[in-house]
């Protein structure tokens, strides 16, 4: 399994570009600081919405603005594989090891797992259907607004880890 | 520079810097990236907004949402004067840093045009689609705080490669732009029905 994982977690081709292009990290940087603006800016204030504020915003036209979340979430995703499969670039370090150690890396990645299941139960217990009613000035089910505190904890939650990764593989 | 050396020697500035606790140093970026969150993520649902996206969403209640805006940006302006003090000769005498508070500037001024044209009181409520300036404040926002973005992520580079950056963000972002234009129009290609559920993306006009 470790041997499988050593293998397939680091990637020489993205080291390779980002060795021979002193932009590609930075760039992904960029990209994934834009994205968890989209992601925020948009899930955030669908969840907020939920909770009560804006409640003069009916709900399901709301949702139109996901995409632009999902589209952040595309690009928090695709510089972060950047981040991991190209990490040996950057500081030497496999990514494997990171991954094993790092307790902030694996919190974030446990978080996003968690935002993952939250969207499922949000579709699941059959909120998601529900909210698509709530018309201006309306109040979201108790269980909604469950729901989406439980995304928005998630989500900066994951920006702290995220944040916090660089502070976490002291150990090594 | 004396007087900035003694700032980055005080207390404050010393125990951000050098302490080993996650609550200094980290927690102050993590605060700062909580901040660009709420004020560039809700901004720029706003804009887009303004810009024709989800054009079912109403105007005037996404004026409750510019509370927490100014809750990022508070957070922004303290945490990154501690930031800046821990290294504030450095900062200081950067280009890099000069760009992007100037960015920073632009953005919330356009911010706050925008709000005016078209969530403030005179913007006729109840309407669902934004004047040609609102637009292009809404675009200028964006853009604006593009750019803010990209020098404050390249202040830790040197200036060579935060250009390179710069050139980069700006040809990928070219590219997306007209990636999307050409998956909406692929997208609208459906029959007139189909188009009418397509709102995600604007119309022509």
Same mark, same amino acid.
């Given at each position: 399994m470790e041997s499988f994982l050593r293998y397939i977690l680091r990637w020489p081709i993205l080291e390779q570009f980002i060795q021979a292009y002193a932009w590609v990290w930075p760039l992904a940087e960029v990209m994934h600081f834009v994205g968890l603006a989209l992601l925020i800016g948009t899930v955030g204030l669908f969840d907020l919405r939920l909770l009560g504020?804006?409640?003069?915003?009916?709900v399901a036209p709301v949702r139109r603005l996901l995409p632009w979340g999902v589209f952040g979430f595309v690009l928090c995703v695709t510089s972060g594989s950047l981040f991991v499969g190209g990490l040996w670039a950057n500081i030497a370090v496999h990514p494997y090891d990171v991954l094993i150690v790092n307790g902030f890396l694996q919190t974030k990645l446990i978080f996003i797992g968690l935002a993952g299941l939250n969207l499922l139960a949000f579709s699941l217990t059959g909120m998601s259907r529900a909210v698509d009613a709530i018309g201006p000035g309306e109040d979201a089910p108790p269980l909604a607004k469950v729901i989406a505190g439980a995304s928005l904890f998630l989500w900066f939650g994951v920006i702290y880890m995220g944040r916090l990764i660089v502070w976490g593989n002291l150990a090594l | 520079m004396e007087f900035l050396a003694q700032i980055e020697q005080s207390g404050l500035a010393v125990w951000i810097r050098e302490s080993p606790s996650i609550f200094a140093y980290a927690t102050v970026l993590a605060i700062h990236t909580w901040g660009l969150a709420l004020i560039v993520g809700l901004s720029a649902v706003v804009a887009l907004r303004t810009l024709g %996206? /989800? &054009? $079912?969403? /109403? %105007? @005037?209640? @996404? =004026? &409750? %949402?510019f509370p927490l805006m100014w809750v990022g940006f508070w957070l922004n302006a303290v945490s990154g004067v501690l930031l800046l003090m821990i290294d504030a000769r450095l900062f200081l005498t950067m280009p890099t840093f000069y760009i992007k508070l100037l960015a920073i500037a632009l953005a919330i001024t356009s911010l706050r045009l925008l709000r005016n044209e078209? @969530? $403030?009181? =005179? &913007? =006729? /409520? =109840?309407?669902?689609v934004a004047s040609a300036k609102g637009k292009a404040l809404a675009g200028a926002t964006l853009l604006f705080w593009l750019v803010g973005v990209t020098a404050g992520r390249v202040t830790a580079y040197d200036a060579y490669i935060g250009w390179e950056t710069a050139g980069a963000v700006l040809v990928l972002g070219t590219l997306l732009l007209l990636g999307g234009q050409f998956g909406a129009r692929v997208l609208r290609g459906g029959g007139r029905a189909e188009r009418a559920t397509m709102s995600t993306f604007p119309s022509g006009r």
């Amino acid at each position: 399994m470790e041997s499988f994982l050593r293998y397939i977690l680091r990637w020489p081709i993205l080291e390779q570009f980002i060795q021979a292009y002193a932009w590609v990290w930075p760039l992904a940087e960029v990209m994934h600081f834009v994205g968890l603006a989209l992601l925020i800016g948009t899930v955030g204030l669908f969840d907020l919405r939920l909770l009560g504020v804006g409640k003069g915003l009916a709900v399901a036209p709301v949702r139109r603005l996901l995409p632009w979340g999902v589209f952040g979430f595309v690009l928090c995703v695709t510089s972060g594989s950047l981040f991991v499969g190209g990490l040996w670039a950057n500081i030497a370090v496999h990514p494997y090891d990171v991954l094993i150690v790092n307790g902030f890396l694996q919190t974030k990645l446990i978080f996003i797992g968690l935002a993952g299941l939250n969207l499922l139960a949000f579709s699941l217990t059959g909120m998601s259907r529900a909210v698509d009613a709530i018309g201006p000035g309306e109040d979201a089910p108790p269980l909604a607004k469950v729901i989406a505190g439980a995304s928005l904890f998630l989500w900066f939650g994951v920006i702290y880890m995220g944040r916090l990764i660089v502070w976490g593989n002291l150990a090594l | 520079m004396e007087f900035l050396a003694q700032i980055e020697q005080s207390g404050l500035a010393v125990w951000i810097r050098e302490s080993p606790s996650i609550f200094a140093y980290a927690t102050v970026l993590a605060i700062h990236t909580w901040g660009l969150a709420l004020i560039v993520g809700l901004s720029a649902v706003v804009a887009l907004r303004t810009l024709g %996206f /989800a &054009s $079912g969403v /109403a %105007f @005037l209640p @996404l =004026g &409750s %949402f510019f509370p927490l805006m100014w809750v990022g940006f508070w957070l922004n302006a303290v945490s990154g004067v501690l930031l800046l003090m821990i290294d504030a000769r450095l900062f200081l005498t950067m280009p890099t840093f000069y760009i992007k508070l100037l960015a920073i500037a632009l953005a919330i001024t356009s911010l706050r045009l925008l709000r005016n044209e078209v @969530l $403030g009181e =005179g &913007s =006729g /409520a =109840g309407k669902t689609v934004a004047s040609a300036k609102g637009k292009a404040l809404a675009g200028a926002t964006l853009l604006f705080w593009l750019v803010g973005v990209t020098a404050g992520r390249v202040t830790a580079y040197d200036a060579y490669i935060g250009w390179e950056t710069a050139g980069a963000v700006l040809v990928l972002g070219t590219l997306l732009l007209l990636g999307g234009q050409f998956g909406a129009r692929v997208l609208r290609g459906g029959g007139r029905a189909e188009r009418a559920t397509m709102s995600t993306f604007p119309s022509g006009r």
